[in-house]
């Protein structure tokens, strides 16, 4: 069983970074496409960014705009998500996933991490 734990949330600026990693034991994450997604209360999980396994070819939700970066590193078993002028909008959980497919859904992933809070002032 794979086990996600995310860290390097917290409060920030808007207009500040954060880099959000999430470390995977128990199993590699080599053949998973990894992601991450966010949610506050009262609004639905959304996808932020995900990247694949096979290429690491990624792909990003709307909102980011070019702020966000997923990376991976397979022989540290993490996975990176680097945010930048960050919004008080971007206030949310953010949690990592593992999936076997290339989705913007959270029903394709089976293993998520147990999320951390990003919080943005204005």
């Known amino acids: 069983q794979m086990l996600l734990v995310e860290s390097g949330g917290g409060l920030v600026q808007a207009g500040g970074s954060l880099r959000l990693s999430c470390l995977a034991t128990?199993?590699?994450?080599?053949?998973?496409?990894m992601a991450w997604f966010r949610h506050t209360p009262g609004k639905e999980r959304e996808l932020v960014a995900v990247?694949?396994?096979?290429?690491?070819?990624?792909l990003y939700a709307e909102f980011v705009q070019g702020r966000f970066t997923i990376s991976r590193d397979n022989a540290k078993n993490t996975v990176d998500l680097q945010m930048i002028n960050l919004e008080p909008d971007d206030t949310a959980i953010y949690t990592c996933?593992?999936?076997?497919?290339?989705?913007?859904?959270?029903?394709?992933?089976?293993?998520w991490g147990q999320g951390i809070q990003v919080t943005v002032s204005s």
């Open positions: 990247i694949r396994y096979s290429d690491a070819s990624t």
């Open positions: 996933a593992a999936g076997d497919q290339f989705s913007t859904e959270a029903i394709h992933y089976a293993n």
């Open positions: 128990g199993r590699a994450i080599t053949y998973y496409n």
